[in-house]
């Protein structure tokens, strides 16, 4: 703190990412992020662009990832916004389209970067609960609102609304601007970008960081009718002209060109998912249902933050999170198999010297 500081640097409450520690011989399963690694090709071009070109900026409008994208999800490059990374989408989104007269509507329990913009950008806001099976109600959000946000899957829950739901929604709340957050879709829910051409008001946010394995090069994006990328660039050119350089828009356009390799990775995750859920059903967790590249899960009568403070003693990270209703929920991420053999191992040891309370 400091006698420099503006008011609003008082009044932030910033977001606390998942910890990024080296430790030695650390299974990360913290931050979602992919045990694969991105695409061979994307690598390839990624290293095309270290060259004499980077004294030249960046194409401020990134043409050629927008064009890619649009045709790769059948819509046109006009309705494509790019970012650095989603949550920078996110940001401009809050910024452009979700500040009105009455609050903007998420779930009590989700992305906790949803607050935090809300208070940097001023925007009042009302938490609508999950229902006892943690899952969003669509029938809950017939209220005043000013406009909706949803992750779907949701996190850190990892379950799953269907398009015909989210569908619901949007006809509920025609004159509300709707924003979907598909960070984790790919996993196994349902897009809801072919709405966006019969939806004028809806948004649909994904990133490259988690099905593609690219959370290093911070690409993120949009899809929604003209009117709303519009806002969103609005705000981007008032902020930042440049927000990904050249190698993110190159890297970006190879990942997504490599369909092959995505499909490969994608249902490398899901039979992981697969084999976690199996491995941790047999320790006698409750586990949600998950279409994400995680489980979020609670072993009954145990202490969720000591569990997690035990498996970091043996390197194995999860994160968790101190919100009463989740306390004791671990949300973990889906790694490699001898990830999940070591996360599996270290929680049957701990399980079983500690009794439940
Ligand atoms: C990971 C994540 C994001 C942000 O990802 P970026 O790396 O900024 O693209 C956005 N929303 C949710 C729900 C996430 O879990």
């Given at each position: 703190m400091s006698r420099f500081w503006s008011d609003l640097a008082h009044t932030l409450q910033p977001y606390v990412p998942g910890e990024q520690p080296r430790i030695p011989g650390l299974v990360k399963l913290n931050t979602n992020e992919s045990p694969l690694g991105p695409s061979p090709r994307a690598l390839e071009a990624i290293r095309a662009e270290a060259a004499e070109t980077l004294r030249l900026y960046p194409d401020p409008e990134s043409t050629a990832l927008r064009q890619t994208l649009a045709a790769y999800h059948g819509v046109a490059p006009e309705q494509v916004f790019v970012g650095n990374g989603s949550d920078e989408v996110l940001a401009h989104a809050f910024a452009a389209l979700l500040k009105h007269d009455a609050p903007l509507l998420f779930p009590d329990i989700t992305y906790s970067f949803y607050p935090v913009y809300c208070r940097l950008f001023g925007i009042a806001f009302e938490t609508v609960p999950l229902d006892g099976a943690m899952r969003i109600r669509i029938e809950d959000y017939r209220r005043?609102?000013?406009?909706?946000?949803?992750?779907?899957?949701?996190?850190?829950?990892?379950?799953?609304?269907?398009?015909?739901?989210?569908?619901?929604?949007?006809?509920?709340?025609?004159?509300?601007?709707?924003?979907?957050?598909?960070?984790?879709?790919?996993?196994?829910?349902?897009?809801?970008?072919?709405?966006?051409?019969?939806?004028?008001?809806?948004?649909?946010?994904?990133?490259?960081?988690?099905?593609?394995?690219?959370?290093?090069?911070?690409?993120?994006?949009?899809?929604?009718?003209?009117?709303?990328?519009?806002?969103?660039?609005?705000?981007?050119?008032?902020?930042?002209?440049?927000?990904?350089?050249?190698?993110?828009?190159?890297?970006?356009?190879?990942?997504?060109?490599?369909?092959?390799?995505?499909?490969?990775?994608?249902?490398?995750?899901?039979?992981?998912?697969?084999?976690?859920?199996?491995?941790?059903?047999?320790?006698?967790?409750?586990?949600?249902?998950?279409?994400?590249?995680?489980?979020?899960?609670?072993?009954?009568?145990?202490?969720?933050?000591?569990?997690?403070?035990?498996?970091?003693?043996?390197?194995?990270?999860?994160?968790?999170?101190?919100?009463?209703?989740?306390?004791?929920?671990?949300?973990?991420?889906?790694?490699?198999?001898?990830?999940?053999?070591r996360l599996l191992t270290a929680l049957a040891s701990i399980l079983a010297e500690t009794p439940a309370s």
């Open positions: 005043p609102a000013g406009a909706i946000i949803l992750a779907n899957p949701n996190a850190p829950t990892g379950v799953a609304l269907s398009r015909a739901q989210i569908e619901t929604l949007l006809e509920d709340h025609p004159d509300q601007p709707v924003v979907i957050d598909e960070a984790y879709v790919d996993f196994g829910a349902e897009t809801a970008i072919p709405l966006v051409n019969t939806h004028p008001n809806l948004l649909v946010v994904q990133t490259l960081s988690k099905s593609r394995a690219l959370a290093g090069l911070r690409v993120g994006y949009a899809i929604g009718d003209v009117g709303l990328i519009d806002a969103l660039n609005r705000v981007k050119n008032s902020f930042n002209s440049y927000p990904l350089g050249r190698a993110a828009q190159a890297g970006a356009v190879a990942s997504i060109k490599d369909e092959t390799y995505f499909q490969a990775g994608r249902a490398a995750i899901i039979a992981g998912r697969a084999r976690l859920n199996a491995g941790l059903a047999v320790l006698g967790f409750e586990i949600l249902p998950s279409a994400a590249n995680f489980v979020f899960a609670r072993a009954p009568g145990r202490d969720g933050a000591r569990l997690a403070a035990e498996l970091r003693a043996q390197a194995v990270l999860v994160r968790r999170f101190s919100t009463p209703r989740i306390a004791d929920f671990l949300r973990i991420t889906v790694g490699t198999d001898a990830q999940t053999d």
